[in-house]
């Protein structure tokens, strides 16, 4: 018979997160193959950094259309920095997202690093997601090879060749 089982979701929070988290600057890479094609409706997450809810936080994704992309929400305002590439089903690929205030950058799969200087920080953040985001409904349905974080904002030409 068939069977279905939840997907995999580990997440930080209290000073297991706090003790290590910087959150004026620092920077999120993931290393992950996607498995399959996400729903429509669904913005699969590989590294969430949030306050409880995906209206303040630091991500890691994808949109429906493949794209992959560092995201700042702030108040529920939505800063995406997508990278211009996208995942290719059944292939490995890395993404970066580097935070600092109005000095943040993504890049993917080696790509230019593409930036954004008019946006803060979001504030009260309080875990680490890794697979899915706050309230669920974006798990990534693959496989999370490397997680790595900085606690400084590297430099774009270091962004680019961490995904190279």
């Known amino acids: 018979t068939a069977l279905t089982r939840n997907a995999d979701v580990a997440s930080?929070?209290?000073?297991?997160?706090?003790?290590?988290?910087?959150?004026?600057?620092?920077?999120?890479?993931?290393e992950f193959l996607r498995n399959t094609t996400p729903a429509a409706s669904t913005?699969?997450?590989?590294?969430?950094?949030?306050?409880?809810?995906?209206n303040d936080r630091l991500a890691l994704l994808t949109n429906s259309g493949r794209a992959l992309s560092g995201q700042v929400a702030i108040g529920g305002v939505f800063t995406s920095l997508a990278t211009g590439q996208t995942w290719t089903q059944g292939a490995s690929s890395k993404l970066t997202l580097a935070y600092q205030v109005l000095n943040h950058a993504a890049s993917a799969n080696g790509s230019s690093p593409v930036t954004n200087t008019t946006v803060n920080l979001p504030s009260g953040l309080i875990a680490m997601r890794l697979g899915d985001q706050a309230g669920g409904g974006a798990n990534i349905n693959?496989?999370?090879?490397?997680?790595?974080?900085?606690?400084?904002?590297?430099?774009?030409s270091t962004l680019q060749a961490l995904t190279a």
């Open 43 to 54: 913005f699969p997450s590989f590294v969430n950094i949030d306050g409880g809810s995906v």
């Open 142 to 156: 693959g496989w999370l090879q490397r997680i790595s974080y900085y606690p400084v904002r590297l430099p774009n």
């Open 12 to 30: 930080m929070t209290g000073t297991n997160f706090s003790s290590w988290f910087n959150a004026s600057e620092g920077t999120l890479l993931a």
